[in-house]
Structure formats: C-alpha cells, structure tokens
C-alpha cells in the first residue's frame, strides 16, 4: 500500500482551493447527501460554491488538511475550526470566503428555511446534547471527504489522526456532526462516543444529524 502524504493547506494556490472544493462535492455526490440537497435546494449548480466556500473559510480562520500518495496529491480533505472559530461566525469570513456568494442564488424560501429553521434547530440541539460552550472550546471538524476513486485506503483515518494529535498536545476534546449511519459506525471505530441525534427536514427529505465526541487523551498519550 502506497504511503499517505497528509499536509496542512498553507498559502495554498487557487488550484489547490479548486482541487479541494471539488473532492469534496464529488464525495457527497457519491452517494448523494440528502442534507446537501437541504442546504442548496438541489440545485447541482450550487454544489461546487457551498464546497468552496467552506474551503476558503476554512484557510481563513480554521485549518484545511489534506492527504494523497504524492507531495502535491489532494484525494482527501478535512475541514477543522479549532477553539474559539467557527465556520461562517463573522460578516468579514463570509464575504471573503464567498458564501455571500453562495447565499445570494438561493431561494427566498431556502434562506428562511436556513435561518428560522436549521440554524435555530441545530444550535438548540447541540447545546442540548454536548453542552452550548462545548464546540466553540473543541476542534471542530466542519468537512472529511475522499475522492470516490480512493476510498478505504486510509486517507479519512490520516486527516483525523492529524489532528487528533494536536487536540492530545492541547488536551481539548474533538466534536463532529455526520448525517450518514455508516460514518456513525467509522467514527466509533476511531473512539468517536455517539452524544445524541437531531432529525432535520428539508428540500433534501428528512436526515438524522448525530453529534459524536473524543475526549482528549492529553499529551502524554502517543498514537501507534
């Protein structure tokens, strides 16, 4: 088996951004995300702009990981927010990171639906299933996802490796949120522990959200 390269995107050139955007879109194409399908109302067209936009937020105030067989590859990406970031928290990283963009070419109705509905849901929920200062104190992961043509070759479990040593030196805990039963199972092989579930409804159909965490071991714990 070929070596895994993981890497942190810094000062990365629009390729890359592009590169990165588009693993992504094609992994939750394949299979379709039905709470993609929520987010951008189905419209395909959409599909690259949300994606690049979490990309560019990620550079601008969290981290961008990425992993591949050679120094240049970028077959996997994960999308993290360390303590104290978010994705799309302030006015200025969503302007600089195109989701005014995004946003602007959806539908009157998705946007009502984002901010009356999801938003307030989601944040309900998470507040009420790992605490409501929990995420803002954690590394976040945003987005993981693997070109289609190189799956369950390791590269998912790398990217979070990465960071899973940092959070350990730091000694803070690590928080994701997934939409799909067979990342539930991945992310509790890792020592992920399931905290709760939300259902949310939209354009896409009704997607259970499953909140998962993995306390930090602290720094003196090394990995094998």
Avoid at 141 to 149: A, S, V
Avoid at 176 to 195: C, H, P, S
Wanted: aromatic fraction near 8%; charged fraction near 25%.
């Amino acid at each position: 088996m070929a070596e895994i390269i993981v890497r942190k995107l810094t000062n990365p050139s629009e390729a890359e951004i592009e590169r990165a955007a588009t693993v992504l879109k094609w992994a939750f194409l394949n299979p379709p995300e039905p709470f993609f399908d929520s987010l951008t109302g189905g419209n395909r067209e959409l599909d690259i702009l949300i994606h690049r936009a979490h990309v560019r937020a990620g550079l601008i105030d969290g981290e961008v990981w990425v992993a591949g067989y050679e120094p240049t590859d970028i077959c996997a990406v994960a999308i993290w927010f360390g303590p104290g970031t978010d994705i799309f928290a302030t006015e200025e990283q969503q302007a600089a990171a195109g989701w005014d963009q995004f946003q602007s070419k959806l539908t009157p109705e998705l946007r009502k639906w984002r901010s009356e509905y999801f938003l307030p849901r989601y944040h309900e929920w998470i507040a009420s299933c790992i605490g409501e200062d929990t995420s803002m104190k954690a590394w976040h992961l945003d987005l993981l996802g693997t070109d289609p043509t190189h799956r369950r070759k390791g590269l998912s479990s790398a990217l979070i490796r990465a960071v899973e040593t940092k959070a350990g030196e730091e000694s803070i805990t690590m928080v994701l949120e997934t939409t799909n039963d067979l990342n539930v199972a991945y992310y509790r092989k890792l020592g992920f522990i399931v905290r709760g579930a939300v259902s949310i409804v939209g354009s896409g159909g009704e997607t259970t959200v499953t909140s998962l965490t993995k306390p930090s071991l602290g720094p003196s714990i090394g990995h094998s």
